[in-house]
């Protein structure tokens, strides 16, 4: 496969997953200012802001709910926003369209187009699941018509990495206020995991088991040890090396290390230094991001979360 080809298709999975992601963070916490009249709204928006690793624009002296959907949700040149992922993601598809399939072209090139500018404040939660679903269709469409060949290993490992990097701030805004942040079952419920997790455990959320579902659970696919390893067994099809001592593979390096981490930590542990972990996750999905472009994708300046224009 072509390069140029590959690097698209990991690129469309991560920026589709990006905008699902970051829908369902603003969702949650937006809802959670409107609730709660004891929130400090500036403190809250800023803190928001810099675990989605953006900055609130210069000049403002009190950050406010309109400023963070702004910013994150209909900005076009905010590498952080949704319009920017979903903006990217059509030109990734229009980059390969020889390899991408008519129907997924068209939901992308549709989702952009409808778009919206700015956004109507009694409007906010209808958007955020419109790009959830419009998502969900992309994934839907790569999943049901792809041949499992590389171009849906490098869609899917693209889609796992940003996956794990998505859930890891969703579990680090847990700790931006302590006193008002959200809750776990609202974490849970913006995962689409309330339900699985019900199953699973059998009870009302409590900290402990709703971290460790949302961390170490393998047959939920958002938590993040499930992304890992889904991104392992991509990265092993894509490169299937038969290394006799250790990994030369730096991406199943990074990927295995933090892995273990979590799995061979007490959840007592993460849950105490919770943040720390977050940021440690994120890392590693950066060094891994860095790792596959080095190795398959060279020739191409990587997109970024701040500061570079894809």
Same mark, same amino acid.
């Given at each position: 496969?072509?390069?140029?080809?590959?690097?698209?298709?990991?690129?469309?999975?991560?920026?589709?997953?990006?905008?699902?992601?970051?829908?369902?963070?603003?969702?949650?916490? &937006?809802? &959670?200012?409107?609730?709660?009249?004891?929130?400090?709204?500036?403190?809250?928006?800023?803190?928001?802001?810099?675990?989605? =690793?953006?900055?609130?624009?210069?000049? &403002? #002296?009190?950050?406010?709910?309109?400023?963070?959907?702004?910013?994150? !949700?209909?900005?076009?040149?905010?590498?952080?926003?949704? !319009?920017?992922?979903?903006?990217?993601?059509?030109?990734?598809?229009?980059?390969?369209?020889?390899?991408?399939?008519?129907?997924?072209?068209?939901?992308? $090139?549709?989702? $952009?187009?409808?778009?919206?500018?700015?956004?109507?404040?009694?409007?906010?939660?209808?958007?955020?699941?419109?790009?959830?679903?419009?998502?969900?269709?992309?994934? =839907?469409?790569?999943?049901?018509?792809?041949?499992?060949?590389?171009?849906?290993?490098?869609?899917?490992?693209?889609?796992?990495?940003?996956? #794990?990097?998505?859930?890891?701030?969703?579990?680090? #805004?847990?700790?931006?206020?302590?006193?008002?942040?959200?809750?776990?079952?609202? +974490?849970?419920?913006?995962?689409?995991?309330?339900?699985?997790?019900?199953?699973?455990?059998? =009870?009302?959320?409590?900290?402990? $088991?709703?971290?460790?579902?949302?961390?170490?659970?393998?047959?939920? /696919?958002?938590?993040? @040890?499930?992304?890992?390893?889904?991104?392992?067994?991509?990265?092993? !099809?894509?490169? /299937?090396?038969?290394?006799?001592?250790?990994?030369?593979? #730096?991406?199943?390096?990074?990927?295995?290390? @933090?892995?273990?981490?979590?799995?061979?930590?007490?959840?007592?542990? +993460?849950?105490?230094?919770? /943040?720390?972990?977050?940021?440690?996750?994120?890392?590693?999905?950066?060094?891994?991001?860095?790792?596959?472009? =080095?190795?398959?994708? /060279?020739?191409?300046?990587?997109?970024?979360?701040?500061?570079?224009?894809?």
């Amino acid at each position: 496969m072509l390069s140029r080809i590959a690097e698209s298709l990991f690129w469309i999975g991560r920026y589709i997953e990006r905008s699902d992601g970051t829908a369902r963070i603003l969702d949650v916490h &937006l809802q &959670l200012l409107l609730e709660d009249p004891w929130i400090d709204e500036d403190t809250a928006c800023r803190s928001l802001l810099s675990v989605m =690793g953006s900055f609130p624009p210069e000049g &403002l #002296t009190t950050v406010r709910r309109e400023d963070v959907l702004a910013r994150l !949700a209909v900005d076009r040149n905010n590498p952080s926003s949704i !319009a920017y992922a979903l903006q990217a993601a059509r030109e990734n598809a229009r980059r390969a369209r020889e390899i991408v399939s008519t129907d997924l072209w068209e939901t992308l $090139n549709t989702t $952009n187009a409808r778009m919206p500018r700015r956004l109507q404040t009694d409007k906010v939660h209808e958007f955020f699941q419109w790009v959830r679903e419009r998502s969900a269709l992309a994934v =839907g469409l790569v999943d049901s018509s792809t041949s499992r060949d590389e171009s849906w290993q490098f869609f899917t490992l693209g889609r796992a990495i940003e996956r #794990t990097d998505m859930t890891a701030r969703m579990l680090a #805004t847990r700790s931006l206020t302590e006193a008002s942040g959200p809750s776990w079952t609202t +974490i849970l419920r913006s995962c689409g995991a309330y339900e699985a997790y019900l199953r699973t455990y059998r =009870g009302m959320p409590s900290a402990r $088991n709703a971290a460790e579902f949302l961390l170490l659970d393998r047959l939920f /696919p958002r938590s993040i @040890i499930y992304s890992i390893q889904q991104a392992e067994q991509c990265m092993r !099809a894509i490169d /299937p090396r038969d290394d006799r001592v250790g990994h030369s593979n #730096t991406v199943l390096r990074a990927l295995g290390q @933090i892995r273990n981490d979590l799995e061979y930590s007490p959840i007592s542990e +993460i849950l105490g230094e919770l /943040p720390l972990h977050m940021d440690r996750v994120q890392k590693v999905t950066r060094e891994a991001s860095e790792a596959i472009r =080095g190795r398959f994708f /060279p020739t191409q300046a990587e997109p970024s979360w701040i500061g570079e224009i894809s």
